[in-house]
């Protein structure tokens, strides 16, 4: 079966498929949000902005649909590949491909330096902001830090879904901004750097030093004076003397309480308590 559409003055025939429900998930990457926007930070807009070039917009609301009820299973970030396993209506997961145009070694050489000689940049990075500045420093080099259009995105997605992008796709997408807003780094990483790979290039060969120091493991054996000594260290010498005529005096009666304390029964309570501990005191001294 099949149904005609009008696209720009032009009708296209595409096959039509009845309408089924999704298959439930458990323990899918099920986003937080309920409602509203997925992305919450600039940088992840600036992804889901990609989406909403393509104009779907009923495709768009079934993909958050998805996203927000965990039928995303995986997802992984790899150099200029985002790859997905999506739940949809089949007992067969639907494999979901995603590729973006890695920058070449040669500009990201030079991207480096000038990450270099900013140091609150690389600082923000690494702990999770993006600065708005960082897009200059990409296009300083004829690249950008994010695809500016769908046309430089490859989609694929196993399910017979005429449209790209489906909903299985745009699951996929919402779910990578979701994570992308505390992770920024997965931007990099889709461009063609790693995080290992910008700290090893920002940092150089004192970071791997330092690295490999810090992951061995600390010398803990004693030797044998060492232990030696532990167990046959001569006592402290106390002298008991000193302290036989310093017998504490009863706080109350050497510092009288405030007028907000003055209370006789308070008083009474207190003044047993430091009798007993100066009683026991007495012991201990003569002992």
């Known amino acids: 079966m099949s149904s005609r559409k ?3 003055g032009y009708y296209s025939s595409y096959p039509s498929y009845p309408k089924t429900s999704r298959i439930k998930t458990k ?9 509203g926007e997925i992305a919450q930070k600039w940088w992840s807009k600036r992804v889901i902005s990609i989406l909403d070039n393509y104009g779907w917009s009923n495709r768009l609301q079934r993909g ?4 927000r009820s965990g039928q995303v299973l995986s997802i992984s970030v790899k150099s200029g590949l985002i790859e997905s396993m999506v739940q949809g209506s089949r007992a067969t997961p639907y494999k979901i491909t995603i590729k973006i145009p890695i920058i070449p070694d040669e500009a990201w050489s030079s991207i480096i330096t000038s ?5 609150e940049m690389v600082s923000q990075l690494l702990s999770g902001e993006v600065p708005p500045e960082l897009e200059s420093v990409f296009t300083k080099q004829k690249y950008t830090l994010f695809p500016e259009n769908s046309r430089e995105i490859a989609m694929n997605c196993s399910c017979p879904d005429y449209a790209t992008p489906c909903k299985h796709i745009s699951a996929t997408f919402y779910v990578f901004a979701y994570n992308l ?14 995080r290992e790979e910008i700290v090893k290039a920002l940092y150089g060969s004192e970071t791997q030093a330092l690295a490999e120091k810090n992951d061995s493991p600390p010398d803990s054996r004693m030797s044998d004076e060492s ?9 402290i010498p106390i002298n008991i003397s000193k302290y036989q005529n310093n017998v504490p005096v009863s706080p109350l009666k050497k510092y009288p309480p405030t007028d907000e304390m003055s209370d006789p029964l308070v008083a009474s309570i207190l003044e ?11 012991k201990i001294i003569q002992t």
């Open 6 to 8: 009008r696209y720009g």
């Open 27 to 35: 323990g899918g990457m099920q986003v937080k949000s309920r409602s």
């Open 64 to 67: 958050r649909s998805y996203a």
């Open 115 to 119: 990450l270099r000689s900013n140091a």
């Open 181 to 194: 807003d505390t992770d920024p780094m997965m931007i990099l990483q889709l461009r063609g750097k790693s």
């Open 227 to 235: 232990i030696y000594k532990f167990w046959h260290t001569d006592p």
């Open 272 to 282: 047993g308590y430091y009798t007993k501990i100066q009683d026991s005191l007495k």
